[in-house]
């Protein structure tokens, strides 16, 4: 049996207005080369200026990451040479990285584990390159895009606990507000490194590298594939060749190169931007603006609200949905219903719709009033639902919908029994059947007869009490 050693290099493009050290735009788009300025292209004369925004948010990134952050800001040139770096150099960090000494704890199934971070560091992204038969294209839109890297220590065993991480790391990207990490815009990717040991041995094995994998499923796949190639050639002792390779659509890795010796980049402190210091007042002041992730606030939503664990994963998933859910309850909205209104009406309508909740019409406080109504027993559960569904389509208040509709719920015993006494003078068959024949699905048969002549606004409860009491009223004047 072999042990499984992953190490991930996740790279995350920063949203910013401008690239990272250039004036150019850095914004999507899939027309080539045209957010691009000199010092993207690496001309001549040019001098790069940092964008103080995407080491904010590299900072705070790190921050969320539980990693040690450093006393200043430093840059270094990595050099090499490659069509996608018109420069021949790269400005990254190697002295002084935005985080050290970091970790991100993720559920396993019923457990949780630590991933531990080695470093978190920013750079320029790269140009793009579209191969062709015979010829290569560059688009440089993507050149000089403030680009984070983070990499773990090799201490994750499993695709699963991989995929997993990589899920978890992209809702702290969207917690922290700092990138929309959507890996077909090519905004989210990462390296897996991959090596296996015999069990109980110290010694890591061969490490095989597989560069710029987009989807989760990718690597997912690769890591599967990479387990199984490597354990064949191991058991017939055959060597496994420190190599990069590649996943193709087939699910499968494919060799690009072996890679024997570490590139020497030659890096050195990069001359034309100087050191600026960090403060603490500084760092408290991007501490401030951390928000809680995602499993801090799944457990606060269990010991806290006492959800289960479904439903606070539910609600804890997306920030929106969660400060959605937050600022409800905010408002002494009942937490119960408040969960149940929106993992259920809230969610489901998002998804029908194809939106996001910042384009969702019902607000926290028209949903908080229609809780409320419901909480109060003046409309029910089901009236609540399904006004929220009108007021959508619509694009109109809820409460306003109740009060003009009159849609509050009937609570009133008089009311009840003048319906019920309806319902059973218009029905003296099914009566007759509880009566005589004690069948006991007849009050099933009046309370749908009630609800309709109330336009579902009867109470369902306190109907079913008063059917049964008026039933078997009849029953005992029946027998005396």
């Given at each position: 049996?072999?042990?499984?050693?992953?190490?991930?290099?996740?790279?995350?493009?920063?949203?910013?207005?401008?690239?990272?050290?250039?004036?150019?735009?850095?914004?999507?788009?899939?027309?080539?080369?045209?957010h691009v300025a000199p010092v993207d292209?690496?001309?001549?004369?040019?001098?790069?200026?940092?964008?103080?925004?995407?080491?904010?948010k590299a900072l705070k990134t790190a921050m969320a990451l539980h990693c040690e952050n450093p006393d200043e800001i430093i840059f270094d040139r990595k050099n090499y040479f490659y069509p996608d770096l018109p420069k021949g150099y790269q400005i990254t960090q190697v002295t002084k990285p935005m985080g050290r000494n970091g970790y991100l704890d993720i559920k396993i199934g019923d457990k949780e584990k630590r991933i531990y971070i080695h470093q978190l560091h920013l750079e320029e992204d790269t140009a793009s390159?579209?191969?062709?038969?015979?010829?290569?294209?560059?688009?440089?839109?993507?050149?000089?895009?403030?680009?984070?890297?983070?990499?773990?220590?090799?201490?994750?065993?499993?695709?699963?606990?991989?995929?997993?991480?990589?899920?978890?790391?992209?809702?702290?990207?969207?917690?922290?507000?700092?990138?929309?990490?959507?890996?077909?815009?090519?905004?989210?990717?990462?390296?897996?490194?991959?090596?296996?040991?015999?069990?109980?041995?110290?010694?890591?094995?061969?490490?095989?590298?597989?560069?710029n994998i987009n989807a989760f499923n990718s690597v997912k796949s690769a890591i599967e594939y990479e387990i199984k190639r490597?354990?064949?050639?191991?058991?017939?002792?055959?060597?496994?060749?420190?190599?990069?390779?590649?996943?193709?659509?087939?699910?499968k890795?494919?060799?690009?190169?072996?890679?024997?010796?570490?590139?020497?980049y030659k890096y050195y402190v990069e001359p034309n931007l100087p050191p600026v210091k960090l403060t603490d007042e500084m760092k408290e002041e991007i501490r401030k603006t951390l928000p809680m992730l995602k499993l801090d606030r799944m457990k606060r939503y269990m010991s806290e609200f006492g959800l289960s664990e479904y439903d606070a994963g539910v609600l804890s998933k997306n920030k929106d949905i969660a400060d959605y859910f937050e600022k409800i309850i905010a408002l002494g909205s009942d937490v119960s219903l408040t969960v149940n209104f929106v993992t259920t009406s809230v969610l489901s309508s998002l998804k029908k719709l194809e939106i996001e909740l910042k384009d969702f019409f019902i607000t926290e406080e028209m949903l908080s009033g229609v809780i409320?109504?419901?909480?109060?027993?003046?409309?029910?559960?089901?009236?609540?639902?399904?006004?929220?569904?009108?007021?959508?389509?619509?694009?109109?208040?809820?409460?306003?919908?109740?009060?003009?509709?009159?849609?509050?719920?009937?609570?009133d015993d008089d009311k009840l029994l003048n319906l019920i006494s309806e319902a059973m003078d218009e029905n003296k068959e099914q009566v007759r059947q509880y009566v005589e024949d004690d069948n006991v699905y007849v009050v099933n048969f009046f309370i749908g007869k009630v609800m309709q002549k109330s336009n579902r606004q009867a109470n369902p409860n306190r109907t079913l009490e008063l059917i049964k009491q008026e039933l078997e009223r009849m029953k005992k004047n029946e027998s005396k």
């Amino acid at each position: 049996m072999y042990k499984v050693v992953i190490g991930l290099e996740v790279h995350c493009e920063l949203e910013t207005n401008s690239k990272n050290f250039s004036s150019a735009k850095n914004t999507y788009t899939k027309t080539p080369n045209i957010h691009v300025a000199p010092v993207d292209l690496g001309l001549p004369g040019i001098l790069p200026v940092v964008n103080k925004e995407a080491c904010k948010k590299a900072l705070k990134t790190a921050m969320a990451l539980h990693c040690e952050n450093p006393d200043e800001i430093i840059f270094d040139r990595k050099n090499y040479f490659y069509p996608d770096l018109p420069k021949g150099y790269q400005i990254t960090q190697v002295t002084k990285p935005m985080g050290r000494n970091g970790y991100l704890d993720i559920k396993i199934g019923d457990k949780e584990k630590r991933i531990y971070i080695h470093q978190l560091h920013l750079e320029e992204d790269t140009a793009s390159l579209d191969h062709y038969s015979n010829y290569s294209l560059i688009d440089y839109n993507r050149s000089g895009i403030p680009l984070m890297e983070i990499v773990t220590e090799p201490c994750i065993e499993s695709a699963e606990e991989a995929v997993t991480f990589l899920e978890d790391l992209r809702d702290v990207f969207l917690f922290c507000e700092v990138s929309e990490a959507r890996s077909n815009k090519g905004q989210m990717r990462c390296d897996v490194n991959i090596s296996l040991m015999e069990e109980g041995s110290k010694t890591l094995g061969t490490k095989v590298e597989m560069k710029n994998i987009n989807a989760f499923n990718s690597v997912k796949s690769a890591i599967e594939y990479e387990i199984k190639r490597q354990s064949e050639l191991l058991d017939r002792g055959e060597k496994v060749v420190q190599e990069t390779r590649r996943i193709d659509e087939d699910g499968k890795t494919y060799s690009m190169r072996e890679k024997v010796d570490a590139v020497d980049y030659k890096y050195y402190v990069e001359p034309n931007l100087p050191p600026v210091k960090l403060t603490d007042e500084m760092k408290e002041e991007i501490r401030k603006t951390l928000p809680m992730l995602k499993l801090d606030r799944m457990k606060r939503y269990m010991s806290e609200f006492g959800l289960s664990e479904y439903d606070a994963g539910v609600l804890s998933k997306n920030k929106d949905i969660a400060d959605y859910f937050e600022k409800i309850i905010a408002l002494g909205s009942d937490v119960s219903l408040t969960v149940n209104f929106v993992t259920t009406s809230v969610l489901s309508s998002l998804k029908k719709l194809e939106i996001e909740l910042k384009d969702f019409f019902i607000t926290e406080e028209m949903l908080s009033g229609v809780i409320n109504l419901v909480h109060e027993k003046k409309i029910s559960l089901d009236h609540g639902k399904k006004i929220l569904y009108q007021a959508l389509d619509q694009k109109k208040d809820p409460l306003l919908i109740i009060k003009e509709s009159h849609l509050e719920q009937i609570n009133d015993d008089d009311k009840l029994l003048n319906l019920i006494s309806e319902a059973m003078d218009e029905n003296k068959e099914q009566v007759r059947q509880y009566v005589e024949d004690d069948n006991v699905y007849v009050v099933n048969f009046f309370i749908g007869k009630v609800m309709q002549k109330s336009n579902r606004q009867a109470n369902p409860n306190r109907t079913l009490e008063l059917i049964k009491q008026e039933l078997e009223r009849m029953k005992k004047n029946e027998s005396k």
